[in-house]
């Protein structure tokens, strides 16, 4: 069972930027490929971005590609998204999530792990 907790959301304006910390506790979390969505109200929830176990790999929705970067810290079991240049449009609940196949990640009907979400609200 791999726990997840989400930090670092708040309120930004436009063209600012923010960092979401993702701690992982709880089986071998360092062995799970690991990845971000979000859900905005009235949306279904988006796949953001997704690495890899060892973060060699990544992947990221269109939306936030060349804006958003995804890294993780296997010692701290933490995995970050750095979010520049954020827009109106990237407000939501962000959502952590894991799973043992990194191709599970991308979509959220697969995905095993998930953390309880953290709200980023951009005002434009």
């Known amino acids: 069972q791999v726990v997840l907790v989400e930090s670092g959301g708040g309120l930004v304006q436009a063209g600012a930027s923010l960092r979401l910390s993702c701690a992982a506790s709880?089986?071998?979390?360092?062995?799970?490929?690991m990845g971000w969505f979000r859900q905005a109200a009235g949306n279904e929830r988006e796949f953001v971005a997704a690495?890899?176990?060892?973060?060699?790999?990544?992947v990221y929705g269109d939306s936030v590609k060349d804006r958003f970067t995804i890294s993780r810290d296997n010692d701290k079991n933490t995995v970050y998204l750095q979010m520049n240049s954020l827009k109106s449009e990237d407000t939501a609940v962000y959502y952590c999530?894991?799973?043992?196949?990194?191709?599970?990640?991308?979509?959220?009907?697969?995905?095993?792990?998930w953390g309880q979400g953290t709200q980023v609200t951009v005002s434009s």
């Open positions: 999530a894991a799973d043992l196949i990194f191709s599970h990640i991308v979509r959220s009907s697969l995905v095993d792990y």
């Open positions: 709880g089986g071998t979390s360092s062995s799970y490929p």
């Open positions: 690495i890899s176990r060892s973060g060699s790999s990544t």
